[in-house]
């Protein structure tokens, strides 16, 4: 089930799957430090995101270390986004499995491939199994207008995919550098606008909206408009660094009001106030749980103060436990490089 706080720091029993198929449930330590979850309705009357974190999501032989986060905005209610979130990463854990099973020769023995390629697969086959579950009216869900965006980070111990469907973003503080890693689906970027208008759906041009309503061209859900409202996510993968300090994924209430290099700065300040004021009473700085949890609070909040019309739906994941003692000079934009990973795991010793 999808739960909010830190990850743990030891193995978490779950049941075990096939062994026939050398499956199984658990965790490979140290992806990261910690992590935290805030949702806020902001200005409207109800909240229609949701928010999902599964630390060790799954664990394969030979290990994969492998941990799932979410953010989902809903369009007309929060059924399809509370959905997704119950229901997500449960079809991309099951995905996972087929296509490792059918390739594991390959993938896991042989030389390395196209990883970006492989995730690129799995994972929009896991969505579109849910977007065809929505259609059949699972969980009493109507899709037929209700709808919701997604986007999903899957942390690994060498590099983190990336899986968006819709406007949210994903962003990484590495060393004073601000790294984009996801592009947003609205109908002003050309190659959207143009698959919209191939598909009879019309973009209106003055307000950046599908069919003058909807402000994303690609979405779960939204059946009646579906021949061009594709579910389809755009996947990357890219290369963990040393110097990566922080992961933001959040919904279009936080990006709409608050710049990547603003929110990483907001992120930034607030680190090191916690790590100057533990040194001045001699004390460590509080648990990392609490810190995590109150960064994205703090940036929902810093939101809605910008002026944000929306619901804010933000994670935070901390890569370091001391992102304070590396600060960096003024951050700077650039665009994520997709690195492909080593095979294996430094923390369980596989090679």
């Known amino acids: 089930m999808p739960t909010n706080g830190e990850a743990p720091a030891a193995e978490t029993a779950a049941p075990a799957g096939p062994a026939s198929l050398g499956w199984g449930w658990g965790s490979c330590p140290a992806l990261y430090v910690s992590y935290g979850l805030s949702a806020l309705k ?17 664990a394969l032989s030979p290990p994969m270390g492998l941990d799932y986060f979410g953010v989902f905005d809903g369009h007309s209610g929060a059924a399809v986004a509370n959905y997704l979130t119950e229901q997500l990463h449960g079809a991309i854990a099951d995905q996972i499995l087929r296509e490792l099973v059918a390739e594991a020769p390959r993938f896991l023995h042989g030389p390395q491939g196209d990883v970006e390629g492989w995730w690129r697969t799995a994972m929009a086959d896991a969505f579109q199994t849910v977007d065809a579950e929505l259609l059949k009216g699972a969980g009493g869900v109507d899709a037929s207008v209700a709808g919701a965006t997604a986007l999903v980070a899957l942390v690994l111990e060498e590099y983190v995919v990336l ?38 759906g019309r973009v209106d041009e003055s307000t950046n909206t599908v069919d003058e309503f909807l ?24 290369g963990r660094d040393p110097r990566d300090e922080f ?6 209430g936080l990006w709409d009001s608050v710049s990547p290099v603003e929110a990483c700065r907001v992120v930034e300040r607030k ?44 994670i935070v994941v901390l890569f370091r436990d001391d992102p304070a003692a590396t600060a960096s000079p003024a951050p700077v934009l650039a665009s994520g490089r997709v690195q492909r990973p080593r095979r294996g795991c430094r923390s369980c010793g596989s090679p």
């Open 42 to 58: 902001g200005r409207q009357p109800e909240l229609t995101g949701a928010l999902a974190a599964v630390p060790s999501f799954t």
């Open 163 to 200: 899986a968006n469907c819709g406007v949210s973003r994903a962003v990484i503080s590495r060393g004073g550098e601000i790294l984009q890693l996801t592009s947003e689906h609205r109908s002003n970027r050309p190659d959207e606008k143009q698959r919209v208008e191939n598909g009879g």
């Open 215 to 238: 402000p994303t061209s690609r979405a779960f859900g939204i059946y009646m408009y579906k021949q061009y409202v594709i579910v389809e996510p755009e996947v990357t993968a890219v």
């Open 247 to 252: 992961l933001i994924l959040a919904t279009a």
């Open 271 to 314: 680190l090191r106030s916690r790590s100057r004021s533990a040194i001045a009473w001699g004390a460590a700085p509080d648990n990392n749980r609490v810190s995590a949890t109150m960064l994205a609070k703090e940036l929902a909040q810093h939101a809605v103060r910008a002026g944000s019309t929306g619901n804010v739906s933000v």
